[in-house]
């Protein structure tokens, strides 16, 4: 009875979770996700044990490394905002084509987040999403040490190798998202970010080092979910970095990709502070 139980249970898994990410034979009830990585990281840094946990639970997944320049594929995110968002619009469009599937979710974490709705707004794909979760976005701007601190910390390779991408490429996306950067201007151009027919959650942490006050991230526009991840597990320390790694967050990603607001979950304590 009891293994007959437990024989199901692994079947049932097996069938959602029978391929790994970035397959496009995958089969799944809910709309592919895709996942866009912060700034200095590549796909397989930053949200790939997120990845692995959603397609665990049952989604089919997919990223790509963006904004990276030639030579130099271990840091990605660096290009100019504008130039990464066409790489990414098209990515959507490839991953629609594909999976056969008519919309896609959108996971983003930091820059990640912020071209999930920057995307959307001036790329025409806005048809093609449905549920948008954005993890810590620097909507609103940051500063520029925060950003070349996130490059340095996600970028593969020693501080020292980051360092010499940054001296012969440069950092455009630093500059893009610093306080009054171009991208971040035309983001806040007066026209709404959101657009019709997404429904956009923004996770923040009170305690985010980099993007500051946390309160930038949120949009105030209709149709916006704005929250803490303290709101929900109030005793979870969440720095900016961590925010990829946390199973809170994590839970709270799964309830905007299942429209299930108010799922709870057991907030688990120890998550990583950084
Ligand atoms: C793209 O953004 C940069 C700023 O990062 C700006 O200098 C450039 O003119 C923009 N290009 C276009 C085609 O709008
Ligand atoms: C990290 O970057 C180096 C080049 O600097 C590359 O050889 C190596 O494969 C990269 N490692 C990973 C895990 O991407
Ligand atoms: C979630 O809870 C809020 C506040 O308690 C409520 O206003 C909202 O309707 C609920 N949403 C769903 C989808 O149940």
């Given at each position: 009875m009891l293994y007959s139980a437990l024989v199901s249970t692994l079947v049932a898994a097996a069938s959602v979770a029978a391929t790994g990410i970035n397959d496009f034979s995958c089969q799944s009830d809910s709309n592919p996700v895709v996942l866009l990585h912060g700034l200095g990281?590549?796909?397989?840094?930053?949200?790939n044990f997120l990845q692995d946990w959603l397609q665990s639970e049952g989604y089919c997944t997919y990223s790509r490394t963006y904004g990276a320049y030639d030579g130099f594929?271990?840091?990605?995110?660096?290009?100019p905002i504008n130039e990464s968002a066409p790489e990414i619009a098209s990515y959507i469009k490839e991953v629609v084509q594909k999976t056969g599937s008519s919309q896609v979710n959108l996971v983003g974490h930091s820059e990640g987040a912020f071209q999930t709705l920057y995307v959307p707004k001036f790329e025409g794909v806005a048809g093609l999403i449905d549920r948008i979760a954005a993890i810590a976005p620097p909507s609103h701007g940051t500063s520029f040490a925060g950003l070349y601190d996130l490059a340095y910390i996600f970028g593969n390779a020693s501080r020292e190798a980051v360092g010499d991408v940054l001296q012969d490429v440069g950092c455009a996306a630093c500059n893009d998202l610093g306080p009054d950067g171009p991208a971040v201007d035309l983001l806040n151009n007066?026209?709404?970010?959101i657009q019709p027919g997404n429904q956009v959650t923004i996770i923040a942490s009170k305690?985010?080092?980099?993007?500051?006050?946390?309160?930038?991230?949120?949009v105030h526009e209709a149709g916006v979910r704005n929250v803490y991840i303290q709101s929900t597990c109030p005793f979870d320390p969440v720095g900016h970095i961590g925010e990829a790694y946390d199973l809170n967050v994590w839970n709270l990603v799964k309830n905007v990709l299942d429209d299930t607001p108010n799922r709870s979950f057991v907030c688990l304590a120890g998550s990583p502070g950084k």
């Open positions: 990281a590549t796909y397989y840094e930053d949200l594929p271990f840091v990605g995110g660096l290009k007066g026209q709404p970010i305690t985010d080092e980099l993007v500051t006050p946390p309160e930038t991230a949120f």
